[in-house]
């Protein structure tokens, strides 16, 4: 059997048992009767071994360079580095699909083990997915399953067959081999798409079987897990882009980096607006609209780089896929928003929402998320609208995005560190003396930042860390305050048996504190970065930003996949300014067959606690390797971005991480 024909035969296969799977489910939801729920969870785990089969096959493929397998011939190599080998099934269109859909069936996998097996005769609410909802989420993770597949069965097969395979094939995009985070990030990213799917499939759920309150409780841990991977891959995705494009920056608005933070908004929305649902029985309706529209902003990302209607780093074909993932997020689109106004006249609000209280914090928090989703669906969307109709091209580059979403950052700070600090339902005078302690610490910091001479946005920037970790510390004192006094135990006792017992709180503290700290390392890099280029001859040197950099040499390597031309450069500090940046670097440019003349950077960098940096090979003596244009990149806090991306996903885990006595949150009841 060829590494085709198996992977084929599996693909078809999954697709079949995700027929079966929906087919059950509706048999379920139809008859009610809990023997079609038993078979459809059965069919679950048969999809995941054809998935991951179909998968393996692919590995199979390309390791062993089968250049039969079209795919393989078009986007693989003989001279790839093992490790691109490896990560090649996600390089283009069809692998990527796979992947997406493997991880699918295995998201329904792990649903489907959650389904309370006791059937149709008790409505009580547990962790598991509540038997009344089971078929519909089972249902719609199985569609989508369906969607995933046929799109590859009949339009993206990643097995098509090439009758007169070459001898070797053309190998990976090559700035996809140039950094190992191609091993991580898309993965990742993938890992938060496909999450969504979940909630969004409880939710249907929920709307169909008219039970509106139990879902929210049931995902919170899915919502939390795929919303800790969407964050997590778009720090890594930042990360990548500082360390390989070259241009010394890591966010550049581009449109496929906004298709992955759409979706991250509306899901930060959605995890705050469920919290009000989870403890006071509101906001239904808001939950069920973010949730579909996150889940619609996945795919509408997948739609801008498959349809070909961008050109970028990410896209990667033309052809009808496109059209099918715009039918799919239509689809989304009605089917969500269309329950949820069928359901509506039932799940309104009972209660009423009072600003000064930590809901009414909540609410406008995730209606700054909504709208900041909007502008940048607008913004990434105008120029695509402006050249279809009238054939003009258009830009709407970063100053435009930075402009709207400095301010909306302002605010989202501002509310972040309140929130949590104000009473459920309505605050009272007891909060002046927090309220106060908090504008200090904002003044504070900001005077502070303004006293060093640091811009007016940078100071804020430093006073809203400052607002920031004051809440925290005003909410960790209260805490400790309070159980130490209840217990009879010491402070620090207490401090432990809080943070190991309120994981949420605590947890959602890590959290903030990290996106605070990512504000400053946003308003430091982006107000402060320096670049210079010079070409220098071999020996000579050259002062700037505090550091003297000479010219070693200049050489070429022959890796195999690719010829690299290196400078080699002796940095050190002349003054103050050049804190950390001794050292050696080697920067390169490296050309893939594939790009002709074209070089691509492969910068070298130091990171520092405080300055990075960053050179860039920019052009070289070809004939002789006498000279070499260098531009150097000084960035401030970088890193601390980097950190901040960590602390992020530390306090997620630490959230996640199953407490050792369950903990037992004041809960808004009903199904
Ligand atoms: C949790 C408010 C922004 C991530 C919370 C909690 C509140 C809150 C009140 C619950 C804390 C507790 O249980 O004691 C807000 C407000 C924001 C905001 C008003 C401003 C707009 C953010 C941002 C992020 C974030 C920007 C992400 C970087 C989280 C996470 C949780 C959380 C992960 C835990 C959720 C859970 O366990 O279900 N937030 N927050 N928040 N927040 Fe925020």
């Given at each position: 059997m060829t590494p085709g024909l198996l992977g084929g035969i599996a693909l078809l296969a999954t697709l079949v048992f995700s027929l079966v799977g929906l087919v059950l489910a509706g048999l379920a939801l139809w008859a009610q009767d809990r023997r079609y729920l038993e078979a459809a969870r059965r069919v679950a785990p048969m999809a995941l071994l054809a998935a991951l089969t179909s998968f393996g096959a692919l590995e199979w493929a390309l390791l062993t360079h089968d250049f039969s397998v079209r795919y393989v011939a078009l986007h693989h190599s003989v001279k790839d580095p093992l490790w691109v080998t490896l990560v090649t099934p996600w390089a283009a269109l069809e692998g990527s699909i796979l992947l997406w859909g493997t991880l699918q069936t295995l998201y329904t996998w792990l649903v489907s083990r959650r389904v309370d097996a006791g059937g149709f005769k008790s409505a009580s609410t547990t962790p598991l997915l509540d038997p009344w909802r089971a078929p519909v989420a089972l249902g719609v993770l199985f569609a989508i399953q369906v969607f995933f597949f046929a799109v590859m069965v009949f339009v993206a097969h990643p097995f098509d067959a090439l009758p007169n395979p070459p001898a070797d094939g053309r190998g990976p995009n090559p700035l996809l081999q140039n950094h190992w985070m191609m091993a991580v990030h898309p993965v990742l990213m993938y890992l938060g798409f496909v999450g969504l799917s979940v909630p969004f499939a409880y939710a249907l759920s929920a709307m169909v079987a008219r039970r509106f309150q139990s879902w929210i409780f049931e995902t919170r841990w899915w919502?939390?897990?795929?919303w800790g991977f969407l964050s997590t891959a778009i720090f890594a995705g930042a990360w990548w882009s500082?360390?390989?494009?070259?241009?010394?920056?890591?966010?550049?608005?581009?449109?496929?980096?906004?298709?992955?933070?759409?979706?991250?908004?509306?899901?930060?929305?959605?995890?705050?607006?469920?919290?009000?649902?989870?403890?006071?029985?509101?906001?239904?309706?808001?939950n069920f609209a973010y949730i579909t529209l996150a889940f619609a902003a996945t795919v509408f990302g997948t739609f801008l780089t498959r349809s070909g209607v961008i050109q970028s780093v990410h896209a990667f074909a033309d052809g009808p896929v496109g059209a099918l993932f715009l039918v799919f997020l239509l689809g989304v689109l009605v089917v969500g928003l269309g329950l949820l106004s069928k359901v509506s006249g039932e799940v309104r609000d009972a209660g009423e929402v009072r600003w000064k209280s930590r809901e009414g914090a909540l609410l406008a928090g995730s209606l700054l998320f909504g709208t900041m989703a909007f502008v940048v669906v607008i913004g990434t969307l105008w120029p695509l609208v402006v050249e279809a109709l009238s054939a003009a091209k258009v830009s709407i580059g970063a100053p435009f995005f930075n402009q709207v979403s400095a301010p909306m950052g302002v605010a989202a700070l501002l509310l972040m560190g309140i929130g949590p600090v104000l009473p459920w339902r309505n605050a009272g005078p007891q909060i002046r003396r927090n309220l106060l302690l908090l504008g200090s610490a904002l003044l504070v910091g900001t005077a502070l930042g303004l006293l060093l001479r640091l811009t007016l946005g940078v100071s804020l920037s430093l006073g809203l860390l400052a607002y920031n970790l004051c809440a925290v510390g005003v909410m960790i004192d209260q805490g400790v305050k309070e159980r130490s006094r209840a217990l009879g135990i010491s402070r620090w006792k207490a401090f432990l048996e809080l943070a190991s017992s309120s994981r949420r709180r605590f947890g959602s503290h890590i959290v903030h504190v990290g996106f605070a700290l990512a504000a400053v390392a946003i308003a430091f890099s982006q107000t402060y970065r320096f670049e210079e280029a010079k070409t220098l001859n071999l020996g000579q040197s050259w002062q700037t930003a505090g550091v003297e950099l000479r010219l070693r040499n200049v050489g070429v390597e022959d890796q195999g996949n690719r010829q690299s031309v290196y400078a080699l450069v002796e940095m050190?500090?002349?003054?103050?300014?050049?804190?950390?940046?001794?050292?050696?670097?080697?920067?390169?440019?490296?050309?893939?067959?594939?790009?002709?003349?074209?070089?691509?950077?492969?910068?070298?960098?130091?990171?520092?606690l405080y300055n990075d940096y960053y050179l860039?090979?920019?052009?070289?003596?070809?004939?002789r390797g006498q000279w070499a244009t260098l531009k150097l990149v000084v960035t401030?806090?970088?890193?601390?971005?980097?950190?901040?991306?960590?602390?992020?996903?530390?306090?997620?885990?630490?959230?996640l991480w199953p407490s050792p006595q369950p903990q037992r949150e004041r809960t808004a009841g009903g199904a």
């Amino acid at each position: 059997m060829t590494p085709g024909l198996l992977g084929g035969i599996a693909l078809l296969a999954t697709l079949v048992f995700s027929l079966v799977g929906l087919v059950l489910a509706g048999l379920a939801l139809w008859a009610q009767d809990r023997r079609y729920l038993e078979a459809a969870r059965r069919v679950a785990p048969m999809a995941l071994l054809a998935a991951l089969t179909s998968f393996g096959a692919l590995e199979w493929a390309l390791l062993t360079h089968d250049f039969s397998v079209r795919y393989v011939a078009l986007h693989h190599s003989v001279k790839d580095p093992l490790w691109v080998t490896l990560v090649t099934p996600w390089a283009a269109l069809e692998g990527s699909i796979l992947l997406w859909g493997t991880l699918q069936t295995l998201y329904t996998w792990l649903v489907s083990r959650r389904v309370d097996a006791g059937g149709f005769k008790s409505a009580s609410t547990t962790p598991l997915l509540d038997p009344w909802r089971a078929p519909v989420a089972l249902g719609v993770l199985f569609a989508i399953q369906v969607f995933f597949f046929a799109v590859m069965v009949f339009v993206a097969h990643p097995f098509d067959a090439l009758p007169n395979p070459p001898a070797d094939g053309r190998g990976p995009n090559p700035l996809l081999q140039n950094h190992w985070m191609m091993a991580v990030h898309p993965v990742l990213m993938y890992l938060g798409f496909v999450g969504l799917s979940v909630p969004f499939a409880y939710a249907l759920s929920a709307m169909v079987a008219r039970r509106f309150q139990s879902w929210i409780f049931e995902t919170r841990w899915w919502t939390l897990v795929a919303w800790g991977f969407l964050s997590t891959a778009i720090f890594a995705g930042a990360w990548w882009s500082y360390e390989i494009l070259g241009w010394g920056g890591y966010w550049a608005w581009d449109p496929v980096e906004n298709a992955s933070f759409i979706p991250w908004l509306l899901a930060t929305a959605f995890l705050h607006t469920t919290q009000v649902q989870e403890r006071r029985g509101m906001f239904k309706p808001w939950n069920f609209a973010y949730i579909t529209l996150a889940f619609a902003a996945t795919v509408f990302g997948t739609f801008l780089t498959r349809s070909g209607v961008i050109q970028s780093v990410h896209a990667f074909a033309d052809g009808p896929v496109g059209a099918l993932f715009l039918v799919f997020l239509l689809g989304v689109l009605v089917v969500g928003l269309g329950l949820l106004s069928k359901v509506s006249g039932e799940v309104r609000d009972a209660g009423e929402v009072r600003w000064k209280s930590r809901e009414g914090a909540l609410l406008a928090g995730s209606l700054l998320f909504g709208t900041m989703a909007f502008v940048v669906v607008i913004g990434t969307l105008w120029p695509l609208v402006v050249e279809a109709l009238s054939a003009a091209k258009v830009s709407i580059g970063a100053p435009f995005f930075n402009q709207v979403s400095a301010p909306m950052g302002v605010a989202a700070l501002l509310l972040m560190g309140i929130g949590p600090v104000l009473p459920w339902r309505n605050a009272g005078p007891q909060i002046r003396r927090n309220l106060l302690l908090l504008g200090s610490a904002l003044l504070v910091g900001t005077a502070l930042g303004l006293l060093l001479r640091l811009t007016l946005g940078v100071s804020l920037s430093l006073g809203l860390l400052a607002y920031n970790l004051c809440a925290v510390g005003v909410m960790i004192d209260q805490g400790v305050k309070e159980r130490s006094r209840a217990l009879g135990i010491s402070r620090w006792k207490a401090f432990l048996e809080l943070a190991s017992s309120s994981r949420r709180r605590f947890g959602s503290h890590i959290v903030h504190v990290g996106f605070a700290l990512a504000a400053v390392a946003i308003a430091f890099s982006q107000t402060y970065r320096f670049e210079e280029a010079k070409t220098l001859n071999l020996g000579q040197s050259w002062q700037t930003a505090g550091v003297e950099l000479r010219l070693r040499n200049v050489g070429v390597e022959d890796q195999g996949n690719r010829q690299s031309v290196y400078a080699l450069v002796e940095m050190r500090a002349v003054d103050r300014r050049g804190l950390w940046a001794d050292g050696t670097y080697t920067t390169r440019l490296n050309f893939y067959p594939q790009m002709g003349n074209q070089g691509l950077a492969a910068p070298d960098l130091k990171y520092t606690l405080y300055n990075d940096y960053y050179l860039i090979l920019q052009a070289f003596d070809t004939e002789r390797g006498q000279w070499a244009t260098l531009k150097l990149v000084v960035t401030p806090l970088v890193l601390w971005l980097w950190i901040a991306g960590g602390i992020i996903a530390l306090g997620t885990l630490y959230i996640l991480w199953p407490s050792p006595q369950p903990q037992r949150e004041r809960t808004a009841g009903g199904a």
